[in-house]
Every structure is written in C-alpha cells, then in structure tokens.
C-alpha cells in the first residue's frame, strides 16, 4: 500500500522551508497573481525559484496555484507568468479554469497540471475528461463522500486524487462563492475573499425596516454561514483505503506556527498507521492534542461521511480556539555553552515555564533560567518583536524548532 503524499499550505517562503522541515512531502503556494489568496504574502517568482530548490534539494516537491476563475482581463500576461513558473521547475500548476488549463497545455506542454477544487468537479466521468486532457491528478468537490471517491478510484484506478483532510470549510459549493463580491465587491473567485460567512447575521422583514431579528434567539445574532473546520486525522484509515493519493490541509493564511503544528501531527499519524494500525488508532488523543496546541475551531469530518447538520455549523462565534501562545522559534544551538539562539513571537519573562515542540518529534517543558539579548546583556523580559535572544538549554534544539507558552484565554478573534 502506498503512503499517501501530505500536502501542506505556504503562505511564504519561510513557511515553505518549516512545512518541509515539519514532514510535509510537497507544498502548494501562491504566486502574486491568479491566485485564491490574494491576501496572502505570496510569492515573488524569485522567491518560488528559492522554494523550488529548497524542496527539491530535500526530495520534496511544489506546486503553484493558478485558480481564479478568470475574467477577459486576467488573461493578459497569464502565458508568460506560466512560462517562468515552468523555467523555474515547479511540480505542477493547480487551475480550475479550462481557459488558463488550455493556455497551460500551449506555452508549457511539459508542465503537469492539477485540477483544483474550484472546478467542482464531483464525479468519475468529469475526472475521466479532464484526464484525457492531460491532467494526472484532480482535487475533486469538498462536498464528496468516501464512498463516491472510492467509486471514482475503482473506474479510474491511474488517476490521483488529492483531498482536502483538514481546515477551514467554505460554506459555497467547492469554494464558488458570491456572497464576498456582493457585500464588498471583493470577488472570491479571482483570489480576494472577505469571508463573509464568518460575520454575524440578523434577519429583516421586508414590512419592517430597521428592525434586526436574530435568526436564532441571541442578542448578538448569528454565524448562520459559518461552518467548523475539516479535521480527518482520526479517520486517515478510510481515506487510504478510499484511494486518497494526497491529503492536503488548508491554510495559505495560516502561520509558520499553525502549519507547523498541524502538519507535524498528520506526519506522526501516518507514519504510524503504516508502521502499525494499532498504534495509530491507540494515539488518537495525543494527534488532536498536537493540533489543538495550535489555534483551532471545532472540528468536523465535513462530507467524507454524510451531509453536513446543524451540528457541523457554529452558531456562536467565528473566533478560533487558541490554548497556546507561539513565543519563539529557535535559529541556532550551541551546543558547548547549552544555549539556543531565538527570535521572540509573543512577550515572555525570566522564570516563565515554556514548551519546547521540536521537528523531531519531541516536546519538553523548561524553565527560562537565563536570557541574554543580543549584545550579551541580561535581560528579564522579551517584550519586542522579533527580538532575537540567547537562552540556557539543558535538551538539544536546532533550526526552526518552536518554543509555545499555555496561555488563560478561551478565545481569540
């Protein structure tokens, strides 16, 4: 049985080189146009050239989305950006559109591409066209089951199938959403969400202006949009034996911290479902306890099993939970004078207990004995950003290893 690729989420380059470093076996990014996450810092086509060689130095791989769904304009220049993306030997493009899918087949014949969700594809016989075409691997509709992918991976047994296993839910039918371009103009389908279904929703009757009726009895109304995130790392059992050839977590707006924590836990979780299924299925606390030490929401298992109810959704809020504050992360060890060397994320102080989550699978608490900044001072706080500090370290550390502190507060915006 062949392991599936984990497929993670690079907002930038750092993230790129730490999903890499945390297990990921190939990561998709954005370049600074026709792309879904136009918020997102995205990538210059120098800097996806650095990633590119980062990756495969390592034996991993990239790939570039390109999946707006375009307009006349945006097609003005697409040739010649997909033309660097191939010059700078990226894996594979991610398109939905069938105009820029045919542009792709012209200008880079030799460059493989990736159907994306947008393209809403949801059955065998679609997947089948797009195949012939010339596209190896198809990212199918979120809102398919198990059982129909399982369908699909028996007519079209060559085909891969990369499935989203975890991460924020868009409420539209596979991401085509127009709530966004109505409220705000900001049109989601050529890369600039503004995430309407996180508001707060009232209610108005048409013979009563001016008068906001919660839809569900609450004062402050109510998230009717907004659904939980996608979280499979309990059920990757199904998911092979369905035939899933990549498991791909979202969050290209996600940081180094989130991707670091969510895609180091699926590592853990797979690695060990090949090594021994009992094993796996032993250590389905301490998975979610390794994604919950990042900001999460409530978790669902979305449509993999059956339509989505009332219970998938919150009504409540649309903050996220957070019980960890990211505080550091480690650029270098010395391991004569048992210092590590590291840039602040969040203030912390002398005598505070923090956590120490290394690449390598291990996590242990410490207390912060010693701090020094960067002149070779002592210090007893860490109160600016990016601050770079010196810290005694009794246990090994190395390069973009990340130190976290529990923090009291239920939720964060």
Request: overall charge negative; proline content about 3%.
């Amino acid at each position: 049985m062949k392991k599936p690729e984990l497929l993670a989420p690079a907002g930038n380059l750092e993230i790129l080189k730490i999903a890499i470093e945390y297990g990921a076996d190939a990561v998709y990014i954005g370049g600074e146009e026709y792309g879904l996450r136009a918020n997102a810092k995205n990538f210059s086509i120098d800097q996806i050239a650095e990633g590119v060689s980062y990756a495969h130095e390592r034996g991993k791989k990239v790939y570039v989305t390109v999946n707006i769904l375009a307009h006349n304009d945006d097609l003005t220049g697409i040739d010649e950006y997909i033309k660097k993306l191939y010059e700078v030997h990226v894996d594979a493009i991610i398109v939905a559109d069938p105009g820029i899918f045919t542009i792709a087949g012209e200008v880079a014949p030799n460059l493989e591409r990736h159907i994306s969700t947008q393209s809403s594809t949801t059955n065998w016989k679609s997947i089948e066209f797009w195949n012939k075409l010339g596209a190896p691997r198809v990212v199918p509709a979120r809102e398919l089951s198990i059982r129909e992918i399982k369908e699909i991976k028996a007519k079209l047994p060559n085909i891969e199938i990369e499935s989203f296993v975890h991460g924020a839910m868009c409420i539209s039918y596979s991401g085509r959403c127009l709530l966004s371009n109505y409220f705000t103009k900001r049109d989601a389908n050529r890369g600039n969400c503004a995430h309407a279904c996180r508001w707060k929703y009232h209610l108005v009757e048409e013979t009563r202006p001016g008068v906001y009726l919660p839809v569900v009895e609450e004062e402050r109304g109510t998230y009717i949009f907004n659904s939980k995130d996608l979280c499979m790392i309990k059920h990757i059992d199904d998911l092979i034996e369905a035939g899933v050839d990549s498991f791909k977590v979202e969050g290209r707006m996600k940081t180094e911290y989130y991707v670091a924590n969510v895609i180091r836990a699926y590592r853990t979780a797979i690695d060990d479902y090949f090594e021994d299924k009992e094993k796996y299925k032993a250590n389905f606390d301490r998975y979610l306890s390794m994604i919950k030490k990042a900001s999460y929401r409530d978790f669902t298992t979305g449509f993999f099993y059956d339509r989505p109810t009332e219970e998938d959704q919150n009504y409540e809020t649309a903050s996220y939970i957070r019980d960890y504050d990211y505080t550091a992360m480690v650029l270098d060890w010395n391991e004569e004078t048992k210092t590590a060397t590291i840039m602040q994320k969040n203030k912390f102080l002398l005598g505070d207990k923090l956590e120490m989550m290394t690449k390598d699978g291990r996590e242990f608490e410490f207390v912060v004995s010693d701090m020094k900044d960067e002149n070779g001072n002592a210090v007893t706080e860490a109160p600016h950003p990016e601050q770079i500090l010196t810290i005694h370290m009794d246990e090994p550390v190395s390069k973009f290893d990340m130190i976290r502190q529990e923090n009291h507060d239920d939720i964060i915006a």
